[in-house]
């Protein structure tokens, strides 16, 4: 069974950092773009980053743009999203999602991501 685990969250007080991982069971992420989410309460989910498979193309949403750095780990088959400069409104539980049929060099948050992990709590309160 594909699954996806991602990892890493937890309290962090404003401007301070997390590194939050996105592994797979029973696949390889080469083969997939990926993209980054998230959900705070009471709120829609709105995409993050994202990466293509090619790993040379990345896309970050406006609000997270200079504080976000999405990147692969081939050898790990782990994808990370390292989140600096953190601020309250960051809050949220964050999802990592693969799409298959995307281009090689492309990646967006609009891609039918077809496999979703559970999810992992980031909690930014002094």
């Known amino acids: 069974q594909l699954q996806l685990v991602e990892s890493g969250g937890g309290l962090v007080q404003p401007g301070g950092s997390l590194r939050l991982s996105c592994g797979a069971s029973?696949?390889?992420?080469?083969?997939?773009?990926i993209g980054w989410f998230r959900q705070a309460p009471g709120k829609e989910r709105e995409g993050v980053a994202c990466v293509s498979r090619s790993g040379e193309t990345t896309y970050y949403a406006d609000s997270v743009k200079g504080r976000f750095i999405i990147s692969r780990d081939r050898a790990m088959n782990t994808i990370y999203l390292q989140i600096n400069s953190l601020k309250p409104e960051d809050t949220a539980v964050y999802y990592c999602?693969?799409?298959?049929?995307?281009?090689?060099?492309?990646?967006?948050?609009?891609?039918?991501?077809?496999?979703w992990g559970r999810g992992t709590q980031v909690t930014v309160s002094s």
């Open positions: 999602a693969a799409d298959y049929y995307s281009d090689y060099d492309a990646c967006n948050f609009q891609l039918a991501y077809d496999y």
């Open positions: 029973g696949f390889t992420l080469d083969y997939y773009a």
